[in-house]
């Protein structure tokens, strides 16, 4: 039986393995690949689709159970939350939320 | 190992941690991930082990005798067949047909006429024609890299017979250097690649070591002959054009026989031959190295000619002036010359190879060019004499026509081993290794065989082959009947 907890164990292994780690295989994230672009730019549904990719069981959930929350800088009236060079991305499964790094 | 086999073991081992395993099936990456790192690992492994694995005399693996294959320089390239075609013109009307126009047999392969020719009204012309097609593509050197390469395409059940390469914008034609031997520095040429026996690379040179390095956008075009290889000519009838320009050409009929049958004259110029078969490959493997197409000692004159013409040849034997002396005997006419014997597959192909021989040979070292002497070949059925006990539970005629069919697949006419000269006759110990190792009756403790042969020299010119005659088995049910053995 597979738990929640299990689930959210998978994507913090994904979330803490840059790619190339495990010889032969494309397994992990390259979320430093992000800090060199735009704030904008970031792509969540890339993030989501390539953990899809690595973590089979995740293309079973639906929508409203696997989600990606980004907070940017500045809220949509270009007021400041927080640090405007920072993007908080949470990843919530189940409702669990998972932060990674901002 | 492979991965599935792997894959196997993982999930059998895995079957006493029912919660692993529940999650390794579901692709859980946090079991996963290292458990197919490590098999990833081992696979890689195990094929490192398996290549590693030491052949020190015989060369036995298909990759090794590719390998070494590839190292000769040996490509799979096949030669056309070349036959005459009787041209009928039942028209009122004198018809042109200029060289290079397609016909197609009636089994839908593609043939070429070889040279132009009027067939005037009411009349049967005879001309040359090649089963081969040519397809023109022109490429563009993507980047400026010393030793380029240009992947050949390949076409659908079709070899490459040969290809010609014209640098586009000087029209100057690129000449082709083997493993670009011989080459100076900055001189156009190309060589020719291959790294799985399938496909074919042009490969250009580097401007500092050797030959010219092809330069980013330069255009070249690559004209390439596909053929068919070996066909059967009994079954060639008629054929048709494969497109019609006028008129007058619907009342043409293509024969590949004369249509009056006047006369039995065989149209086969040139029987058409495959790339070399992986058995043929380890016949080749087994010869040293050579070079380039530059033979030098006798034994390279004779993996010259096994490289080209062993897929055309039923036996094929090559010997110089020292052999043939000390076989027949000492003349002055010897001197300087090469003898050579051969069997065509084909007979009506005789002729031609003869003639091709000759031309390679000369092409090989200049100093036999027109001192190829061909000998008559006689043929000579080997005796050999296979005695033995069989364990009482074994029917005796059927482990004796077993045996038959084995030794005639590997050592009858037509065999590759049969194909060369046996000087000593064949190697009874290879022949019994052959015998043990495909009849199962010989496996047990009681059952026993020898093979006896001839031990006289062979001349060069006699074909050593056996025949159903040749073959004498003396088997006899084994005297140890009673004792209860199973094998000790």
């Known amino acids: 039986m597979i738990t929640t907890d299990d689930v959210v164990a998978m994507v913090s292994h994904w979330l803490s393995t840059p790619k190339n780690a495990y010889f032969g295989q494309n397994y992990g994230q390259d979320l430093k690949r992000e800090l060199l672009k735009n704030t904008n730019d970031f792509n969540a549904d890339r993030l989501i689709a390539e953990m899809k990719k690595d973590i089979p069981i995740l293309a079973t959930l639906s929508d409203n159970q696997l989600g990606i929350v980004v907070q940017h800088g500045v809220d949509e009236h270009g007021v400041a939350v927080g640090s405007f060079e920072r993007v908080r991305v949470v990843i919530q499964v189940f409702g669990v939320p998972i932060p990674i790094s901002e | 190992m492979t991965k599935d086999e792997l894959n196997q073991i993982i999930s059998a081992s895995l079957s006493h941690y029912p919660t692993v395993a529940n999650r390794w099936h579901n692709g859980d990456p946090t079991v996963g991930a290292m458990l197919s790192a490590m098999r990833d690992m081992l696979v890689a492994v195990s094929d490192d082990v398996a290549q590693s694995v030491l052949e020190p005399f015989v060369k036995s693996k298909p990759k090794t005798i590719m390998a070494d294959a590839i190292n000769k320089g040996i490509l799979p390239i096949a030669s056309p067949c070349q036959h005459f075609v009787w041209i009928k013109n039942t028209g009122n009307f004198a018809v042109n047909l200029s060289a290079g126009r397609a016909l197609q047999d009636n089994l839908g392969r593609q043939w070429r006429l070889l040279s132009s020719v009027n067939i005037p009204p009411q009349t049967t012309q005879k001309i040359l024609c090649e089963q081969s097609f040519l397809v023109s593509n022109e490429f563009v050197v993507g980047v400026s890299l010393p030793f380029y390469e240009h992947a050949i395409q390949t076409e659908n059940d079709s070899h490459i017979a040969m290809l010609t390469l ?175 014997c051969v069997v065509a597959k084909t007979p009506a192909d005789q002729a031609s190879l003869e003639k091709q021989i000759a031309e390679r040979i000369g092409l090989a070292d200049n100093l036999f060019l027109g001192r190829v002497r061909f000998m008559t070949v006689s043929p000579k059925p080997y005796p050999i004499i296979i005695q033995g006990n069989l364990s009482g539970i074994h029917d005796l005629d059927e482990i004796k026509s077993k045996i038959t069919g084995l030794l005639l697949t590997h050592y009858g006419k037509g065999s590759l081993i049969a194909s060369r000269a046996n000087p000593d006759g064949f190697n009874r110990q290879e022949m019994a290794r052959l015998i043990y190792d495909n009849v199962p009756a010989f496996s047990d403790r009681i059952s026993d065989f020898v093979v006896i042969g001839g031990n006289d020299r062979q001349k060069p010119h006699e074909w050593v082959y056996l025949d159903p005659a040749s073959i004498s088995i003396e088997l006899n049910r084994s005297a140890d009947g009673g004792t209860a053995m199973w094998g000790l």
Not at chain 2, 173 to 202: H, I, Q
Not at chain 2, 255 to 268: D, I, K, T
Not at chain 2, 309 to 333: C, I, K, T
Request: include cysteine; glycine fraction near 6%; aromatic fraction near 12%.
């Open chain 2, 166 to 340: 014209v640098q586009s914008h000087t029209g100057q034609l690129v000449r082709y250097a083997p493993k670009l031997m011989n080459v100076g520095k900055g001189e156009l040429c190309f060589s020719l690649s291959s790294t799985d026996f399938k496909t074919l690379n042009l490969v250009f040179g580097d401007d500092d070591r050797v030959g010219r390095m092809a330069q980013a956008g330069e255009r070249y075009r690559l004209d390439v002959v596909y053929c068919d290889g070996f066909i059967d000519t009994n079954e060639l009838k008629q054929a048709v054009l494969s497109e019609l320009y006028d008129e007058p050409e619907r009342s043409l009929s293509f024969y590949f026989f004369e249509p009056s049958r006047e006369s039995a004259e065989s149209g086969l110029v040139r029987q058409g031959a495959n790339p070399p078969t992986l058995s043929h490959l380890r016949l080749l493997a087994s010869y040293p190295m050579a070079y380039d197409d530059n033979a030098v000692f006798l034994g390279n004159f004779d993996m010259l000619l096994r490289k080209h013409f062993g897929e055309r040849a039923n036996y094929l034997a090559v010997w110089n002036e020292a052999v043939h002396e000390r076989h027949y005997g000492a003349s002055l006419d010897n001197i300087n010359h090469l003898n050579v």
